[in-house]
T-cell receptor, first 113, second 113 residues
Framework: QQQVKQSPQSLIVQKGGISIINCAYE??????FPWYQQFPGKGPALLIAIRPDVSEKKEGRFTISFNKSAKQFSLHIMDSQPGDSATYFC????????????FGQGTTLQVKP | NAGVTQTPKFRVLKTGQSMTLLCAQDMNHEYMYWYRQDPGMGLRLIHYSVGEGTTAKGEVPDGYNVSRLKKQNFLLGLESAAPSQTSVYFC????????????FGDGTRLSIL
């Protein structure tokens, strides 16, 4: 019940296209769903996050869609650029005094010029 | 403002050797975390700390020990290194609260022969 399953493992998109990465979870106690972006040789960095009281959150070209009943959430990257080429991790957190996150397996995105 | 600093960046050990990875943060964060990142497995939590003098086990704690003697530092120790511990290790820190961003260091790449 603690797992977060992420797909696809890798993704190739043409410049200007839409990149879509999906995640699913089991534990309904999760109430915080961040996405992290990681460039080669660097640590992950928070990209965007959502709480389950909203179905969508948009920041620039990045949008999280959240489906509470299906226990799924996804990251959409509009007008994908070569600079978006990175590894993306979804994660889930639940209330408590630890701040712990459960991460998905990661998706390596390549945007071709 | 350096954020989260990990030392060393690279290390090669022989099976059975011991070593300590150091993580330092200058953001006055209460929470700190150690993760390992392996291909196709995402980020897995090894140990974490919710404050100076406290530590707790994460998902994959076996073979590792930690200490948090000072608020800004979180040490990860390998007592007797094994090839299965070859990985990239990331330290992160965050403010209190389960929905706060985790700030990551740039990792330590550890190879055990």
């Amino acid at each position: 019940q603690q797992q977060v399953k992420q797909s696809p493992q890798s993704l190739i998109v043409q410049k200007g296209g839409i990149s879509i990465i999906n995640c699913a979870y089991e534990n309904t106690a999760f109430d915080y769903f961040p996405w992290y972006q990681q460039f080669p040789g660097k640590g992950p960095a928070l990209l965007i996050a959502i709480r389950p009281d909203v179905s969508e959150k948009k920041e620039g070209r990045f949008t999280i869609s959240f489906n509470k009943s299906a226990k799924q959430f996804s990251l959409h990257i509009m007008d994908s650029q070569p600079g978006d080429s990175a590894t993306y991790f979804c994660a889930a957190g639940r209330p408590g005094n630890t701040g712990k996150l459960i991460f998905g397996q990661g998706t390596t995105l390549q945007v071709k010029p | 403002n350096a954020g989260v600093t990990q030392t060393p960046k690279f290390r090669v050990l022989k099976t059975g050797q011991s070593m300590t990875l150091l993580c330092a943060q200058d953001m006055n964060h209460e929470y700190m975390y150690w993760y390992r990142q392996d291909p196709g497995m995402g980020l897995r939590l090894i140990h974490y700390s919710v404050g100076e003098g406290t530590t707790a086990k994460g998902e994959v704690p076996d073979g590792y020990n930690v200490s948090r003697l000072k608020k800004q530092n979180f040490l990860l120790g390998l007592e007797s290194a094994a090839p299965s511990q070859t990985s990239v290790y990331f330290c992160a820190s965050s403010y209190q609260g389960h929905n706060q961003p985790q700030h990551f260091g740039d990792g330590t790449r550890l190879s055990i022969l």
